[in-house]
């Protein structure tokens, strides 16, 4: 048998001549059983509600509706879903001044809550089970949401399909925390001075989706993964862009970003545990009326174990990328380790170390004042070294260790100076330089090892 309970407080005008009492309603709800139904709307100002759906209940509703100020929404709901469309489900609207929206929902399994809140709000939802789903729209003024989900299969949106956590305007904080399995997260705030925390970084976590979307104007995220198999993926437009992104001691993780912004620059690091991980991003500055590009952006990325693959492009007036590829146990090498960078500006700068055997470090520089400082270390083989500038100033320092490594220099404009230390054996070394007042210095130390310096007038 279903109980509903439905609940409507509204002001009470006593008389044309009487004082008008204010509208100050307040509603609680307690209810123990099964199949409970509580619907509760209060227009007006100085709301409040309670609604208490207690354990050992299941198939429960609640459904919170407040228009106007000072509106507080408060509910626990305990039990178990069995199916999709027959769920324990929470449903809050607010609208108006001051709203403040809490939900507990804990049971077994198929719990939903969607909170809307239009104003000054405030929301937190905190989930216990499986299957879990969370949807949190956020329209204007301070906006502050906090989702907490412990269990497996739960989902705050749907990756690439619908958006957990929105927010749109003005002062936006979002903070969500999952532990367990194959669980997914999405946020996308629009506006103003946005602020994301995710963190899915239990030590048994793996297949872990987070997908964050930010337009507008100083957004910044920091995001944390633990475990196996975890995709975090990160678009942020506009403005003073930055994010922080750790995937720790696990494989098979993913990290996609992109971040497209004006002059205040766009920046990036990221770390991740034992290989093979994969790390891509793409960094564009202003494109200004004339089709040009300005702005700063910088990229740190830290990869530990084998097998790890690093992808940075950036375009800009002030590009810096930095890489570092390397075992984390002191007694290991890194293996089978690739980085490429690639810079389109003026005064690109990279900065690329790798640490082990059959790695590849390979950069393409687009600018003036182009400068690359690259190493390969701790008795390094079969290692190598591809870099390719176009532009003026450039600078190239680079050092490998080991035997059987290839370096490669093909370098087109003036003032450029390439700089080469190899130790070891078998080892070869290749300069092209094109243009005018280049410099070339190798220095080889070992058996059988090849240098080849051509250099050209334009």
């Known amino acids: 048998m279903k109980s509903i309970v439905l609940v409507s407080a509204s002001a009470l005008v006593l008389s044309m001549t009487a004082p008008v009492l204010a509208q100050s309603n307040t509603s609680t709800v307690t209810q123990l059983g099964t199949d409970s139904n509580a619907t509760v709307s209060q227009p007006g100002s100085g709301n409040e509600s309670e609604i208490t759906q207690t354990a050992g209940s299941t198939l429960n509703d609640a459904t919170v509706t407040q228009d106007g100020t000072n509106a507080i929404s408060t509910i626990t709901q305990s039990g178990i879903g069995n199916a999709a469309f027959d769920n324990n489900s929470v449903t809050v609207s607010q609208s108006g001044d001051g709203a403040d929206s809490s939900v507990n929902q804990r049971g077994n399994d198929q719990l939903t809550v969607d909170v809307t809140q239009i104003g000054a709000s405030i929301s937190s939802v905190i989930q216990d089970g499986e299957q879990l789903q969370t949807v949190v729209v956020q ?8 989702v907490r989900q412990e269990g497996i299969g739960n989902t705050i949106g749907v990756p690439s399909v619908t958006t957990g956590v929105f927010q749109f305007g003005d002062n936006n904080i979002s903070n969500v ?22 963190d899915q970084d239990i030590v048994t976590t793996r297949n872990g989706v987070i ?33 922080n992104v750790t995937q720790a001691g696990g494989q098979g993780n993913i990290f996609t970003g992109t971040q497209l912004g004006p002059v205040g620059g766009n920046s990036v690091s990221s770390i991740q545990g034992e290989g093979p991980n994969t790390i891509t991003l793409v960094q564009r500055g202003t494109i200004e009326a004339d089709g040009d590009t300005s702005g700063t952006n910088t990229a740190s990325f830290t990869q530990f174990g084998l097998n790890g693959e690093i992808s940075l492009d950036q375009t800009g007036d002030g590009n810096f990328g930095r890489v570092r590829q390397f075992n984390s146990n002191p007694g290991n090498r890194g293996r089978d380790l690739s980085a490429i960078v690639v810079q389109d500006g003026i005064g690109n700068s990279t900065n690329s170390t790798q640490y082990g055997e059959r790695n590849v470090i390979t950069v393409d520089q687009i600018g003036d004042r182009n400068s690359a400082t ?84 334009p």
């Open 139 to 146: 329209e204007g003024n301070a906006n502050d949401s906090v």
């Open 177 to 198: 925390q999952q532990d367990g399995e194959n669980n997914a997260v999405t946020v996308t705030q629009v506006g103003n001075d946005n602020n994301s925390d995710v």
């Open 211 to 243: 997908d964050l979307n930010q337009t507008g104007d100083g957004n910044t995220s920091r995001i944390s993964q633990s475990g196996n198999g975890n995709t975090v993926t990160i678009a942020q437009t506009s403005n003073d862009n930055a994010a």
């Open 374 to 457: 690259l190493e390969q270390f701790r008795e390094s083989t079969d290692q190598s070294i591809d870099i390719n500038q176009t532009g003026d100033d450039g600078i190239i320092d680079a050092r490998q260790e080991g035997d059987n490594n290839i370096f490669t220099l093909n370098d087109d404009g003036s003032f450029n100076e390439g700089f080469l230390r190899q130790d070891g054996s078998t080892n070869t070394a290749t300069f092209n330089q094109s243009g005018t007042g280049n410099f070339s210095s190798v220095s080889q130390t070992g058996n059988n090892n090849v240098a080849t310096v051509t250099q050209s007038a």
